[in-house]
């Protein structure tokens, strides 16, 4: 299965939040809830420099992604995708991906104070090595 599948990217449109999962240095793992951006062919996100998800993903860049959707019966739906984390820096895509984030999520500008993306930030990219769906429709 691949990202650029058409059910993964009509079901990852709908989603506002995925589940980050990094690398803890004592080989735990470390779960959390992110706002994203996905395309064909990567999964984006943002966080801030110095948390420990972020200090997990410059020392092991190996993640795993997960969105999901449904609840109680046998509807539940979703994608893992399996990965490396690679760190953008300022450039063109960087600022392109930034405007994606603002027009997927209108608050992020009150919450930055502004547009810009603040120097204490950081984003990363998420190629996926392997993706797996469930319960999605074709």
Request: with cysteine; hydrophobic share 45%.
């Amino acid at each position: 299965m691949r990202l650029d599948d058409t059910a993964i990217q009509k079901f990852l449109s709908t989603k506002e939040v995925a589940l980050l999962a990094t690398v803890r240095a004592d080989g735990a793992p470390l779960a959390m809830p992110m706002w994203f951006l996905h395309d064909a062919a990567t999964v984006t996100m943002i966080s801030v420099e110095g948390t420990q998800k972020v200090r997990n993903l410059r020392r092991d860049p190996r993640v795993c992604v997960v969105a999901e959707a449904g609840g109680g019966g046998g509807d539940i739906r979703g994608v893992t995708v399996l990965g490396s984390a690679e760190f953008l820096g300022d450039g063109p895509e960087r600022r392109a991906l930034i405007e994606r984030f603002h027009e997927k999520y209108p608050r992020l500008a009150s919450l930055w104070g502004g547009r810009a993306m603040p120097a204490n930030r950081v984003m990363f990219r998420i190629a996926p090595e392997r993706v797996k769906s469930w319960g999605l429709a074709s």
